[in-house]
């Protein structure tokens, strides 16, 4: 982000290293920093390009994650997913994570059909995708 300061990659990725660092550290405090960190980092992304689909299916992840958890409502994560497919840029392996949480969205919200369909989309995306595999056994 120093050196490209202006391109919504870097700070997707900075965002990405973030998250991944919080799966190493045991304190939940710290974890919350981690979160934010990457949040503002896919805020920065954003706000350089709105329309960003890695930066989206980040936001979107985390937010479908966290209702999965937490028993929520996954609307927000639902709606960055669906802009996020807008962006003609993504590969083949980011459509099948973008369909792979939109199942875990349906699946969050108790429809286990339309999350099934979904996951059938992101293998079909990327047929070496495991966790849309895993999913449909």
């Not at 050196?3 to 990725?13: G, L």
């Not at 994560?77 to 949480?101: K, M, N, S, V, W």
């Amino acid at each position: 982000t120093v050196v490209f300061p202006e391109q919504p990659a870097a700070w997707t990725q900075l965002a990405a290293v973030l998250i991944q660092v919080s799966r190493s550290i045991a304190s939940v405090l710290e974890k919350g920093d981690c979160f934010d960190a990457a949040r503002r980092a896919l805020n920065r992304a954003l706000a350089i390009d709105p329309g960003y689909g890695p930066a989206l299916l980040q936001l979107g992840q985390f937010h479908v994650m966290m209702a999965y958890r937490n028993g929520d409502d996954p609307t927000v994560g639902e709606r960055h997913l669906a802009t996020a497919l807008e962006d003609d840029r993504l590969t083949p392996r980011q459509r099948a994570e973008i369909a792979f949480y939109r199942g875990m969205a349906e699946r969050t919200k108790g429809n286990e059909t339309a999350a099934r369909q979904r996951y059938a989309q992101a293998q079909q995306a990327d047929p070496t995708f495991m966790p849309a595999r895993l999913a449909l056994l």
